[in-house]
């Protein structure tokens, strides 16, 4: 049969990614308690695509991510991205797969169990002779206004929160490890499954450790810095927003290391 993609094209226009958008497909990934974890994933796959060529074989792209949606750990992810650009005759390959991520957490003193689910994206693209790939996590926080309890003679005004972290690395590091160093970080984490007893120690926590949307990016940013994995974070950047429970807006901080 003839194959239309392989014609060459006379237009002269190379295109910088071409490939599938919105895939969504059971991948398994790894978990630090479990050895292993069954989630499912939103993938965009990409090539580049020289001036020459009419287009890709777009159905390349499902065939090679099935076979390696079973094992999908940060390393495997880049294995899979470099036969997608060798099998497409492709200088670069891109991909992004995001994901739930799910834990159990025990509520902190009845130990009631219960399921936390949590954000996070694999973002990398390969060349011969380059590599790059980023992890990014995102972590639902508690946050208490340190000017509201200053100021206040009974209570402070607390907030949900969304802590998002991208993080690059060429070692070994554990998601959840990143999640409890970004719960740390915030007056206090949130919990699936909370009795009276649970309820009260998280409300006197997050009163102990007062925060400003400021607080946690800083803080977050030193715990990422001091991280125990493999290898140290080459970048990383934390972004925080905190969903103000007074304000008709949100609060926002940002900042990186390089």
Known sequence: MIDIQNTVDTREVPLKKVGIKDLE?????????????ATTARIDLFVNLPHDYKGTHMSRFVEIFHK??????MNKFLEMLEEMRVNLDA????????????????????ASPGIMKYECTYEGSV????????????????TVCPCSKAISERGAHNQRGIVKVK?????????EDVIKAVEDSASCGLYSALKRPDEKWVTE?????????EDVVREVYLALKNFKSEKPFSYF??????????HNHNAYAFTEYF
Request: charged share 20%; with cysteine.
């Open 237 to 246: 950047s934390v972004e925080c927003t905190n969903f103000e429970s007074i």
């Open 68 to 73: 390696h949606h079973e094992n999908l750990g």
């Open 25 to 37: 497909y059971p991948v398994t990934v790894l978990d630090k308690e479990r050895g292993t974890q």
């Open 167 to 175: 993080l690059q690395n060429s070692g070994m590091f554990w998601i």
């Open 127 to 142: 060349e011969a002779d380059k590599k790059e790939f980023f992890v990014s996590v995102s972590v639902p926080v508690t």
């Open 205 to 213: 926590r997050a009163y102990d450790n007062p925060r400003f949307v």
């Open 91 to 110: 200088e670069k390959a891109f991909g992004t797969m995001t994901f739930p991520f799910f834990m159990l957490k025990n509520a902190p003193v009845t």
